[in-house]
């Protein structure tokens, strides 16, 4: 740890990620008991619900130990983008989550059963919302302390899940009050829906990094900052700019083009100056740069006055601004 307080993000990680298995198992064994006494199909969609929540957790405990895996020989971009994949499997395990429990819902709809002892339902459903939120919380801040896809994606799917629990709690309140019970297969299905957009979301996500989406565009004008407060060291234009993520890492590449007269020690030492104000606005991103004479600057790559021009070269990651 450094300085004996903060661990390193590998143990965050997977710290959080253990959370998450710990507190699902212990809500699905509520949540079955809980659904078997009152015979409530919304009870027993939110257990369900939570083994999905379970089975996504442990595939992100997985995947963020292998994601901080080092290069290898056949990797030698690193592992990171495992946590994409751990992402979108989450996202389809929420969609087929919420397909079973609206099948269930509709069923219980059609055939409608008695409901018995939803006093017992309701505090264990009033418990799991709390649960929930309290650890979605703790894993949504190191989600972000970390930038990890899959530990976002499940702190998502964690804050969901309370949701529809909330919603799960006002049905059983009213089927208490009313005696109605096809308001409980009503809310089953609503909860459905609220899973299907969820996992929908997640899925786009983190389809988007596994298709080398470029980054944001406030990403990509940060790196153009960084570009700008090295003019002064001999830089006259830059083209070529590409961007991408993989899990929390993000890899920028772009060709920097360097007055007539420049050293080759001195564009190399500009060079790593440039690296380190990405790698500072973007969070260590990894930065690769080719370095070009100032007769390879085309028109539009020039560096002029307060502003950058780019060329907006075919691939990911180009964009123009006029000075």
Same mark, same amino acid.
């Given at each position: 740890?450094?300085?004996?307080?903060?661990?390193?993000?590998?143990?965050?990680?997977?710290?959080?990620?253990?959370?998450?298995?710990?507190?699902?198992?212990?809500?699905?064994?509520?949540?079955?008991?809980?659904?078997?006494?009152?015979?409530?199909?919304?009870?027993?969609?939110?257990?369900?619900?939570?083994?999905?929540?379970?089975?996504?957790?442990?595939?992100?405990?997985?995947?963020?130990?292998?994601?901080?895996?080092?290069?290898?020989?056949?990797?030698?971009?690193?592992?990171?983008?495992?946590?994409?994949?751990?992402?979108?499997?989450?996202?389809?395990?929420?969609?087929?989550?919420?397909?079973?429990?609206?099948?269930?819902?509709?069923?219980?709809?059609?055939?409608?059963?008695?409901?018995? #002892?939803?006093?017992?339902?309701?505090?264990?459903?009033?418990?799991?919302?709390?649960?929930?939120?309290?650890?979605?919380?703790?894993?949504?801040?190191?989600?972000?302390?970390?930038?990890?896809?899959?530990?976002?994606?499940?702190?998502?799917?964690?804050?969901?899940?309370?949701?529809?629990?909330?919603?799960?709690?006002?049905?059983?309140?009213?089927?208490?009050?009313?005696?109605?019970?096809?308001?409980?297969?009503?809310?089953?299905?609503?909860?459905?829906?609220?899973?299907?957009?969820?996992?929908?979301?997640?899925?786009?996500?983190? #389809? #988007?990094?596994?298709?080398?989406?470029?980054?944001?565009?406030?990403?990509?004008?940060?790196?153009?900052?960084?570009?700008?407060?090295?003019?002064?060291?001999?830089?006259?234009?830059?083209?070529?700019?590409?961007?991408?993520?993989?899990?929390?890492?993000?890899?920028?590449?772009?060709?920097?083009?360097?007055?007539?007269?420049?050293?080759?020690?001195?564009?190399?030492?500009?060079?790593?100056?440039?690296?380190?104000?990405?790698?500072?606005?973007?969070?260590?991103?990894?930065?690769?740069?080719?370095?070009?004479?100032?007769?390879?600057?085309?028109?539009?790559?020039?560096?002029?006055?307060?502003?950058?021009?780019?060329?907006?070269?075919?691939?990911?990651?180009?964009?123009?601004?006029?000075?």
């Amino acid at each position: 740890m450094a300085g004996g307080l903060t661990p390193p993000e590998p143990v965050v990680k997977q710290r959080a990620a253990a959370l998450s298995i710990v507190s699902n198992s212990a809500l699905i064994l509520l949540k079955v008991i809980a659904g078997t006494i009152t015979g409530s199909v919304a009870i027993l969609t939110e257990a369900v619900h939570s083994s999905v929540d379970l089975v996504a957790s442990i595939v992100a405990f997985v995947s963020v130990r292998k994601a901080d895996e080092p290069a290898d020989e056949d990797h030698r971009y690193g592992h990171e983008k495992i946590e994409n994949v751990a992402a979108a499997i989450e996202g389809i395990l929420i969609l087929v989550g919420s397909a079973a429990i609206a099948f269930e819902a509709i069923r219980r709809l059609l055939n409608p059963s008695h409901l018995s #002892s939803l006093s017992f339902g309701i505090v264990v459903v009033a418990v799991s919302i709390v649960v929930n939120l309290v650890v979605s919380g703790i894993i949504g801040r190191d989600a972000r302390t970390t930038d990890s896809p899959a530990l976002g994606a499940d702190a998502a799917h964690l804050r969901t899940d309370a949701f529809s629990s909330a919603a799960v709690l006002v049905g059983l309140t009213l089927v208490k009050v009313t005696g109605e019970t096809w308001i409980d297969s009503v809310v089953a299905l609503g909860v459905a829906a609220v899973i299907l957009v969820a996992g929908v979301r997640i899925l786009r996500g983190s #389809s #988007s990094v596994l298709v080398d989406h470029a980054l944001p565009p406030e990403e990509v004008e940060e790196i153009r900052r960084a570009i700008e407060a090295v003019r002064p060291e001999g830089v006259v234009g830059y083209h070529e700019l590409r961007t991408r993520r993989a899990g929390s890492r993000r890899y920028v590449d772009l060709h920097v083009q360097f007055r007539a007269g420049t050293t080759l020690e001195d564009a190399h030492r500009t060079a790593h100056e440039l690296q380190d104000l990405i790698g500072l606005r973007l969070r260590g991103a990894d930065v690769l740069i080719h370095l070009e004479p100032e007769d390879r600057v085309r028109p539009g790559d020039e560096l002029a006055g307060g502003g950058v021009t780019s060329w907006p070269a075919a691939g990911r990651g180009r964009s123009h601004r006029s000075a």
